[in-house]
């Protein structure tokens, strides 16, 4: 048995994923702004790779579209860590 979908009102608070299926003829680059514009809008606490789950499945029929194309590279990404930026302090012990 698969596991429970959050809500799509949860998963996509301020409509923009959903705003960006309904434009026509959007390419990569402004879905990847959307993109981030959803992320930043997610509640706290709330797991981004479950949402984008919940939000492919609502949308699975646009397999086409370039926000699908996002979405889904955004669950294939490995998380990584921050890493360590340059500056006197990093070089001090």
């Known amino acids: 048995m ?3 979908l959050m809500d799509l009102g949860e998963a996509d608070p301020k409509g923009l994923i959903r705003e960006s299926y309904r434009i026509d003829g959007i390419g990569d680059a402004e879905c990847r702004s959307i993109f ?3 992320a930043l809008s997610l509640h706290p606490g709330l797991d981004p790779k479950e949402a ?3 939000v492919l ?3 699975q ?3 086409e579209h370039p ?3 996002v979405l889904g590279e955004g669950l294939t990404r490995e998380s ?3 890493a ?8 001090r012990s």
């Open 36 to 38: 981030m514009d959803w």
């Open 57 to 59: 499945v609502a949308y």
């Open 67 to 69: 926000m699908t194309r």
């Open 2 to 4: 698969g596991r429970k």
């Open 80 to 82: 990584r860590p921050p």
């Open 84 to 91: 360590r930026r340059g500056g006197a302090r990093g070089r």
């Open 52 to 54: 984008m789950r919940t």
């Open 61 to 63: 029929g646009q397999s």
